[in-house]
């Protein structure tokens, strides 16, 4: 996985949250949601040198908005997120790519993997349609800098019981421009609390570089490590 692109689609639900004034120019909510991976990202093409074989995960947001027209306003945006990682799939894509090389023999391949992290730090510019007294349609557009964690993790590989291979790849993090497209429905309850359901895009070209991976031939006794 060399230069997957991060492309994830996000539903989430605000806790009630507290309005600075009673007029609400501003707010500040919390949410926390389902994350969804796509595109490469979330590929589990063994072939796909950026396939990510990410899981769908969690993702949490902090927000301040502030709204300085009645149908315009600035939100700056916290937001945090971790995607596992389908080590089951790999494992089946590893075994298959290793007994193609020895026909007859089935190779057995464990992984183990951490899980992927991803956020940033936005802002950007949101809109408010009213739709009712009380409900409100936000659609926005955020930019900022994302960053996103390449876990750590261990494939070995056997012919029965006896060690063939392992392969240790190291953490990386990294740092590039993201941004979100989105929109919300916004229920006023009361004067200062509100529920928020919201649909976003959010991607960043997550390019992790010098990531460094050791290879461990059980069988020659040889150790050989790479950049990639």
């Known amino acids: ?9 996000l539903l989430f639900l605000s806790i ?8 609400r120019r501003s707010q500040l ?3 926390l949601g389902l994350s969804l991976p796509h595109g490469d990202y979330w590929s589990t093409n063994f072939n796909n040198d950026a396939a990510g074989y990410a899981t769908q995960g969690l ?25 596992g990682f389908d080590v089951y ?11 193609s090389s020895t026909p007859g023999t089935r190779a057995m391949v464990d992984v183990q993997s951490g ?16 739709l009712l007294e009380n409900l409100q349609f936000q659609p926005r557009v955020l930019l900022g800098l994302g960053t996103a964690a390449l876990p750590h993790q261990v494939m070995e590989a056997s012919a029965g019981t006896t060690p063939r291979l392992t392969v240790i790849r190291a953490p990386a993090a990294t740092f590039s421009f993201a941004w979100i497209l989105g929109a ?28 460094q991976e050791w290879s461990i031939g059980h069988a020659t006794g040889t150790v050989t490590s790479k950049f990639y």
């Open 1 to 9: 996985m060399k230069t997957p692109f991060l492309l994830l689609s």
């Open 16 to 23: 009630p949250a507290r309005a600075q004034d009673s007029s």
């Open 29 to 31: 909510s919390l949410s």
């Open 59 to 83: 993702v949490f947001d902090l927000a301040y908005d502030y709204r300085f027209h009645p149908m315009l306003g600035f939100t700056a945006m916290m937001r945090s997120a971790a995607h």
């Open 89 to 99: 799939a790999h494992a089946r894509d590893w075994s298959d790519y290793l007994s």
């Open 115 to 130: 899980a992927y992290s991803a956020g940033g730090l936005l802002a950007g510019m949101y809109a408010s349609v009213p």
């Open 184 to 211: 919300s429905a916004q229920l006023d309850m009361t004067q200062k609390i509100f529920g928020r359901l919201s649909l976003d895009a959010y991607g960043t070209n997550a390019r992790w570089r010098a990531v």
